[in-house]
């Protein structure tokens, strides 16, 4: 708009030095400058439109790059296939028969029969050799009484009596027929001591019994007795050697 406008105007402006009557070199001044001013008017159109035009750019188009795919840092190995590992069949187990349990019954104890032998049995026959051992050394002592009694006048009655009952209560024994000959001996050994032994006895224990009735042992007495203890000691040792002891 602005280029038509000066177009007119310089035109305009030539008609009218050409009715004024101006000069022709006048007017082809106008014209030639009117014509200049065109030329630059339409030089300064195309720059604008030039200016004011969108330039186009040229983008190239994104060339096929290849993406590298990102590697695993670790590289999982090969697992080797597992081979065929052969599985054992297991055996035919027979199968456990129906086997009856046996019903339970009742059950009375019967007791054993009697024994042929007695349920207590008797004792063992007693030690010979110690009982006879034992009796020897009563007989023994009465005679060591004598003895006492000779030197100082008086016998002690008491202790006399009880080694003279305790001989004699061990004369009848029970023993195994094997010391039936020991057995014998010492029987005879305590026979002679009884016999010998007994008047002095007598006097002893009837002043046990009444000490008011005391009087004295005779002489007689004394000696039979002190000989009556030596010849039943000699028996019974003879008993104990026999039986298997020691004299």
Known sequence: ???????????????????????????????AQTQAVEQTLAEQQAQTQTAGAPTATFTASPTNT???TPVPSNTPTETPIPTDTHTPVPSDTPEPTDTA??????????????????TNPPPPPPDFVA??????????????????????????????????????NRRNLT???NLAGPYATYQAGIDVFIDKVHDIYGNCAGFLADPSKAGGIPAQQWATARTGVNDSR??????????????
Not at 139 to 160: E, H, M, N, P, Y
């Open 1 to 31: 708009m602005k280029r038509l406008f000066a177009v007119l105007a310089l035109a305009v402006f030539a008609l009218g030095l050409a009715a004024c009557g101006a000069s022709p070199q006048a007017v082809e001044t106008a014209i």
């Open 66 to 68: 290849s993406t590298n």
């Open 131 to 168: 009982i006879a051992t034992d009796v020897r050394a009563q007989v023994d002592s009465i005679g060591g009484q004598i003895d006492q009694a000779l030197r100082l006048g008086f016998i002690d009655c008491q202790q006399l009596v009880n080694s003279y009952d305790y001989v004699v």
């Open 234 to 247: 000699d028996l019974i040792t003879q008993a104990i050697v026999a039986a298997g002891g020691t004299p």
């Open 175 to 177: 023993l195994p027929g």
């Open 101 to 118: 349990t046996p019903a339970v019954t009742s059950t009375k104890t019967v007791p054993p029969p009697p024994s042929a032998t007695p």
